[in-house]
T-cell receptor, first 110, second 115 residues
Framework: RKEVEQDPGPFNVPEGATVAFNCTYS??????FFWYRQDCRKEPKLLMS???SGNEDGRFTAQLNRASQYISLLIRDSKLSDSATYLC???????????FGIGTKLQVIP | DVKVTQSSRYLVKRTGEKVFLECVQD?????MFWYRQDPGLGLRLIYF???????EKGDIPEGYSVSREKKERFSLILESASTNQTSMYLC??????????????FGPGTRLTVL
């Protein structure tokens, strides 16, 4: 089983739709979790950290489910500019234990 | 704003050549990383450094070496480039010395093609 698993997509959704991605992780000792966004041919950039209590930033909501070992990202009212690949990142402690998922590609359609 | 710069955006080299990829960050971060990113495989850690002259192997260090002579600069070296090293190379830096909570800031990437 991969350490961090994501559905690569693509997810094609119309503007205004709500879309959710999940990311599962295998190491129950994982400590911190992040979502990064990567635009085509660009570098990854932090979108948001994922806290145990869940967190929201505008149209974006991130949640952590430790019992089932997954994190989620919900995007409401999708915009064309949300089209990107969303990378799940899990840190299991220490420098070497940062694992990136392969990313989920989102395409928002007019 | 944190800035991480990489020496080249695109690079074409021949098999057997020695290749240097340079990365510079301007935020006095302790930690620096080199990744490669390939379709279907995601980002994989090659090497990281938590201080000047300190380095640790990541998940795929074979065929690579690194150098960190100054805090702001972290170089990736391909001693003898091979075609399977064709990839996107991403450098990142991070401030937190505990290694668990802080953001990684990425450079724009170098797309290396080895012919």
């Amino acid at each position: 089983r991969k350490e961090v698993e994501q559905d690569p997509g693509p997810f094609n959704v119309p503007e205004g739709a709500t879309v959710a991605f999940n990311c599962t992780y295998s190491n129950s000792a994982s400590q911190s979790f992040f979502w990064y966004r990567q635009d085509c041919r660009k570098e990854p950039k932090l979108l948001m950290s994922v806290y145990s209590s869940g967190n929201e930033d505008g149209r974006f909501t991130a949640q952590l489910n430790r019992a089932s070992q997954y994190i989620s990202l919900l995007i409401r009212d999708s915009k064309l500019s949300d089209s990107a690949t969303y990378l799940c990142v899990v840190n299991s402690g220490g420098y070497q234990k940062v694992t990136f998922g392969i990313g989920t590609k989102l395409q928002v359609i007019p | 704003d944190v800035k991480v710069t990489q020496s080249s955006r695109y690079l074409v080299k021949r098999t057997g050549e020695k290749v240097f990829l340079e990365c510079v960050q301007d935020m006095d971060h302790e930690n620096m990383f080199w990744y490669r990113q390939d379709p279907g495989l995601g980002l994989r850690l090659i090497y990281f450094s938590y201080d000047v002259k300190m380095k640790e192997k990541g998940d795929i260090p074979e065929g690579y070496s690194v150098s960190r002579e100054k805090k702001e600069r972290f170089s990736l070296i391909l001693e003898s480039a091979s075609t399977n090293q064709t990839s996107m190379y991403l450098c990142a830096s991070r401030a937190d010395t505990s290694g668990s909570t802080d953001t990684q800031y990425f450079g724009p990437g170098t797309r290396l093609t080895v012919l």
